[in-house]
């Protein structure tokens, strides 16, 4: 079963097609790379975790067009940091730097759109910041309530991060403080699935309740129908 999905940035390198690349993430434990420039034939496999793959996300490098990260997150606790290399007809993959969660399976795993850092959502009702470049934890939220944290994603600035838990709730935190701002509930159902939009103005939710809700980012939360 797979559990996520993420396309790279475009990498390119002197004398050399543009490639895209595709990563999943699956409960059997491996990490899928397939390559635009061969259709998306499989590239690569990974076995880092010992566990199911419940997060996965490609990062763009800061000064190098032609490689990215590709940052994984496992219910064995542990998130592995993997650098990936266009090289002529193929890719190369660094091996993985592995940090391990101090406590709390790792359930989903989301980006900063600076590169710098991943967030993930773990089973001890708390956020984890991660430096992308070290592997290091830098910080530790404790997320409202008692429910268990199980998506999260970052709005386009960087500046909020909106999380939903196993309660129904949708809550949305400042990422450099880690201060709740609103705290709402309109599924009847677990959330599966939200992004912001471009502007960051609206949160799109999805539920196994069969309804997508579109919140409203500003003074309230409000919902769209």
């Known amino acids: 079963e797979v559990t996520a999905l993420d396309f790279s ?24 790379i397939f390559d635009s420039t061969s259709d998306y034939q499989l590239a690569q496999t990974s076995s880092d975790h010992t566990a199911a793959v419940t997060g996965l996300c490609f990062v763009s ?14 219910s064995d606790k542990t998130i592995a940091f993997r650098m990936i290399t266009s090289a002529g007809e193929s890719i190369a993959v660094s091996k993985p730097l592995l940090s391990s969660s101090p406590s709390g399976r790792l359930h989903a795993l989301a980006v900063t759109h600076d590169g710098q850092y991943s967030v993930t959502a773990s089973g001890d009702q708390a956020l984890k910041i991660w ?10 939220i404790k997320t409202d309530g008692r429910a268990e944290p199980v998506k999260v994603v ?17 809550r949305l935190y400042e990422l450099k ?14 959330v599966t699935g ?25 003074s309230d939360l409000q919902r769209v129908i």
Not at 61 to 74: E, G, I, M, N, Q
Request: aromatic share 2%; glycine share 6%.
């Open 9 to 32: 940035s475009e990498l390119r390198e002197p004398s050399a097609p543009p490639r895209v690349l595709l990563a999943s993430a699956s409960k059997d434990t491996l990490v899928h």
């Open 61 to 74: 490098h800061s000064t190098d067009a032609s490689a990215c990260r590709l940052v994984t997150c496992s």
């Open 131 to 140: 430096d992308n470049a070290t592997g290091v934890l830098k910080r530790t």
């Open 154 to 170: 970052v709005d386009p600035s960087d500046t909020l991060m909106a999380v939903c838990s196993s309660d129904r709730g949708i």
């Open 177 to 190: 403080t880690g201060e709740l701002h609103y705290k709402v509930r309109g599924h009847s159902e677990v």
């Open 194 to 218: 939200m992004t912001f939009s471009s502007d960051g103005s609206e949160l799109v939710t999805v539920s196994a309740d069969s309804c997508i809700l579109v919140w409203r980012i500003g």
